[in-house]
Each structure stands twice: as C-alpha cells, then as structure tokens.
C-alpha cells in the first residue's frame, strides 16, 4: 500500500512538472520597488520633506524635554545632602512621574508620526496600482509583484518596472499628485 502511494506521487508529480514549467514560460512576471518608487516620484518628495519638517518640530520638543528631565535630575542629585530624605523621596517621586509622561509622550508622538506618514503615502500607493494594473493591461502581464514584500531574493534588471512606475506616475500626476 505504501509503495502504490509513492509511485503515484511520483507518477503525478511527472505529469505535473512539466505543466507547471509551461505555464511559467506562458506567464509574464514583472516587479517593481514600491520603497524606492515612493521616494522618486515628486508627490513622494514632497510628503517625504513635509513628514521631515513635521518630524524635525517634534524631535526639537523631545530634546527641550530631555533636556529638562536631565536638569531636575542633575538638581536633585546635588541637593541630597541638603535636603531632608522625605523630600528627596517625594521629588525622586515627581521626577519618575515625569519621566513616564514623558516616554508617553514620545510613544504618542511616534504613533502621530507613523499615523501621518501612512496618511501620506496611502493615496500615493492608491494612484500606483491604478498605474500598474494599466501597465499589466496594455503590456500583458500576469503579474507584478512588489520587490520589498514579495518575498524576491534575485530577479534580472529586464523584469523591474521601477523606472517605469516612476516616470509614468510623475507625467500623469505631476509634483502636486493631481492628475494632468
């Protein structure tokens, strides 16, 4: 029975092989490079520089912050000898709570910042398919795979639609990402 078992797998994978390679020959597979394509095409740019500008205020509101926590730190520690152990105790208190406002503060502001880039690149993504299905369509494509999340460890340069994702998506939408 175990021997019937094999030779029909192997008899199936036989027949099923060679089907499999000539739909493969029959197929036409391209990628692209979503990342890289975001970052090229001018809407990209400019969402990219606007998310920079935006990141860069909040930093700055993070270091005053630090900066601060790491003064009333450096004061407490200088004021041990001097000040009674309940009232070190009590500003030790005050500081950890202040220190825990501010790792919320900064997991916030990350989210915030996680939250407006995906805002941001959401419509830009939208546009690229609509480009890539019109791509497939015209140029007769089965498939077109994103390089990033696809899982493609090598493809030849002959296969990567990048190039043309990004000059198709920068004529048809121009720098402000409307449509021309």
Same mark, same amino acid.
């Given at each position: 029975m175990?021997?019937?078992?094999?030779?029909?797998?192997?008899?199936a994978a036989v027949l099923i092989i060679p089907a499999g390679r000539a739909i493969a020959a029959?197929?036409?597979?391209?990628?692209?490079?979503? /990342?890289?394509?975001?970052?090229?095409?001018?809407?990209?740019?400019?969402?990219?520089?606007?998310? /920079?500008?935006?990141?860069?205020?909040?930093?700055?509101?993070?270091?005053?912050?630090?900066t601060r926590l790491q003064q009333a730190k450096d004061d407490l520690e200088k004021q041990a000898m001097a000040i009674s152990p309940e009232v070190y105790?009590?500003?030790?208190?005050?500081?950890?709570?202040?220190?825990i406002e501010a790792q919320k503060l900064y997991y916030n502001l990350q989210m915030e910042l996680k939250q407006k880039e995906q805002d941001a690149v959401a419509p830009i993504l939208d546009k690229m398919?609509?480009?890539?299905?019109?791509?497939?369509?015209?140029?007769?494509?089965?498939?077109?795979?994103?390089?990033n999340s696809s899982g493609i460890v090598y493809a030849p340069m002959k296969y990567d639609l990048t190039a043309q994702l990004i000059r198709l998506y920068d004529e048809r939408f121009g720098k402000k990402g409307a449509k021309k």
């Open positions: 175990k021997t019937r078992s094999i030779i029909i797998a192997l008899l029959e197929a036409k597979i391209g990628y692209v490079d979503l /990342q890289k394509a975001l970052l090229e095409v001018e809407e990209g740019k400019t969402a990219k520089s606007s998310l /920079q500008v935006y990141f860069e205020e909040k930093q700055k509101m993070l270091d005053a912050e630090s105790k009590q500003k030790e208190t005050d500081l950890q709570k202040q220190l398919q609509v480009i890539l299905k019109d791509v497939a369509e015209k140029e007769g494509y089965d498939l077109i795979l994103d390089k």
